[in-house]
């Protein structure tokens, strides 16, 4: 069971991980894109991080949290990560409105919510070279050990090494969706940026509940 204090946590624990990985995540996209990937998602995380004395002192509602996060991508990320990522976010929250605590299936049917409010609104599905290829992956391997009855720190692991294999898949297949389906079969051999950032994610999410030891 987690609550506001490791929501806090884990927002924090993204947002100095994509802050670190801002020029590597340029680097991806400037291989396949424009190279902006970093810069947007790191602009997205200083935000977060100055938001979270307001959201620490509000009344602990973690749909109103993920769906705060969620605006914000829409507002302060450029380019077609601000709106996926709003998207994932913003369905993220529908199912956690009123609710302070989210347990692990709490957790598996957001991932599962927001990674098909991506696939919906960037009419896109695995296999394209997206965030997708990391999502849905992690999504399957996180509903499998929710069914097998592991913790949250298990079930977040699973998530991430999934997300992990995703972004290697994604240097395998040229992308369809996006600014590098422009260059189509020269995409091959590029990891995804954006699934790149998917599989921080869900990494600072596993090692934050292993560091405060949830269940
Ligand atoms: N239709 C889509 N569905 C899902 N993810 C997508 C889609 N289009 C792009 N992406 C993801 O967005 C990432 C690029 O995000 P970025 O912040 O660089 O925005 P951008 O430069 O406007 O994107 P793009 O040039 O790909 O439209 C890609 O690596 C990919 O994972
Ligand atoms: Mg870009």
């Known amino acids: 069971m987690t609550g506001k204090e490791f929501m806090l946590a884990a927002l924090e624990a993204i947002s100095h991980s994509i802050i670190e990985h801002e020029e590597h995540l340029n680097h991806l ?19 977060i991080l100055s938001d979270l004395p307001e959201l620490s002192a ?10 705060h996060i969620g605006m914000r ?12 990522f709003g998207k994932f976010f913003l369905q993220a929250s529908i199912s956690n409105i009123g609710n302070t605590s989210m347990d692990a299936a709490n957790w598996v049917l957001a991932f599962d ?6 696939s919906l609104i960037g009419r896109s599905t695995e296999g394209e070279k ?9 999504v399957r391997a996180m509903q499998e050990k929710l069914e097998e009855g592991l913790s949250l720190p298990e079930i977040f692991l699973a998530g991430a090494t999934a997300a992990e294999n ?13 600014r590098a389906a422009y260059i189509g079969q020269r995409s091959i051999g590029h990891q995804d ?9 869900l990494q600072a999410l596993h090692k934050t509940a292993i560091e405060m030891n949830v269940k």
């Open 113 to 118: 919510d927001g990674t098909m409010g991506v």
């Open 29 to 47: 996209d400037n291989a396949i894109g424009d190279g902006d990937h970093g810069t947007n998602m790191a602009r997205f995380s200083r935000i």
């Open 130 to 138: 997206t965030m997708l290829d990391a999502l849905f992956p992690a």
């Open 166 to 178: 995703g972004v290697e898949f994604t240097k395998t297949i040229s992308a369809n969706k996006g």
């Open 193 to 201: 940026p954006g699934a790149t950032t998917v599989m921080l994610m």
């Open 58 to 67: 509000g009344n602990g509602d973690l749909g109103e949290i993920l769906h």
């Open 73 to 84: 991508c829409i507002t302060e990320i450029g380019g077609a990560a601000g709106p996926l």
